[in-house]
């Protein structure tokens, strides 16, 4: 564990060549914020904020922490802040399977498992996927085996077109959907491998134009964007939600994500019932990263 923490360390010290003040400054700007907004928020003088961003003045450890916090940086971006200051890392990064995190990991198939028979998993920062529970192997007959390699990614096998992309039924919907969260996603966290995953989905063929889909209920569906699958049995609409543990100090626990999937309608509830009689595992993965 030492050795990838070391890693993890040398890996960020890698990309924080930039001073700690245009640092601040990028993220102040990508936050949309004037200095004199952070400055308030931040309850810091605003010239003691020019002063840091200018690089006349070095923030303490505290101070870095203190504007990281208010700016709503992610807390891996928090260290390479910290290590352009010339501070140690405060965040550790362990694999899931890492004995320290046996309770996280116990809570995690404890969640997927309790979620049967709808389908549940449990994703890192990049969509790779980190477990799932048995619900989920039986939606993804059909799909190119090469997509369900580790690591295997959930939006790639998503919009893919060996993946399950060509059995959604509302493509286009579900497409604009997924996208429009990646992109905040890079907005929120200048995650450069979430951008380049977000090019690469958007090289994928984009559906032919489509008739909305009839989704049963319109009502949900104009609050929520369903996703329709349409496997042999016949068409299975869900409705997701994303779950997160609640004030990780822990980069890989702040990063995890549940993706939770229920029923839609009554005749998704009852298939799914069905093939919860005959259903088989899909392994749980470790991330690569």
């Known amino acids: 564990m030492a050795g990838n923490v070391a890693r993890d360390i040398v890996a960020s010290m890698a990309t924080s060549e930039q001073p700690i003040g245009s640092l601040l400054r990028e993220w102040r700007q990508r936050r949309r914020l004037s200095q004199l907004e952070l400055a308030l928020e931040a309850e810091v003088s605003t010239r003691h904020l020019s002063f840091v961003e200018t690089g006349r003045s070095t923030p303490s450890r505290e101070m870095v922490l203190h504007l990281a916090e208010r700016l709503e940086i992610p807390i891996r971006e928090r260290n390479v802040l910290l290590l352009a200051a010339g501070y140690a890392p405060a965040f550790v990064e362990r694999p899931l399977q890492d004995p320290a995190l046996a309770s996280a990991r116990q809570a995690v198939e404890l969640l997927l498992a309790a979620h049967e028979p709808w389908p549940a998993l449990a994703v890192d920062r990049h969509w790779t996927l980190l477990a799932s529970n048995r619900a989920v192997a039986p939606l993804l ?108 100090v822990e980069v890989t626990l702040a990063e995890l994500a549940l993706e939770t999937f229920f029923p ?26």
């Not at 958007?202 to 964007?225: G, I, K, N, T």
């Not at 309608?265 to 470790?286: I, K």
């Open 141 to 248: 007959t059909g799909v190119a085996p090469a997509l369900l390699r580790p690591p295997l990614n959930v939006l790639r096998l998503s919009l893919h077109p060996e993946g399950l992309a060509p059995r959604i039924a509302n493509l286009t919907e579900w497409r604009g959907h997924l996208f429009a969260r990646l992109s905040r996603q890079v907005s929120l966290t200048a995650d450069a491998g979430l951008a380049e995953l977000l090019r690469e989905l958007r090289d994928y063929p984009a559906p032919a134009l489509e008739a909305p889909f009839p989704h049963p209920d319109r009502a949900a569906a104009s609050v929520v964007v369903p996703l329709c699958l349409t496997p042999a049995t016949g068409t299975l609409s869900f409705r997701s939600t994303t779950k997160a543990f609640g004030t990780p």
């Open 264 to 289: 839609a309608d009554a005749a998704t509830a009852a298939a799914l019932r069905r093939l919860a009689e005959g259903y088989t595992s899909l392994p749980a993965r470790e991330s690569a990263t």
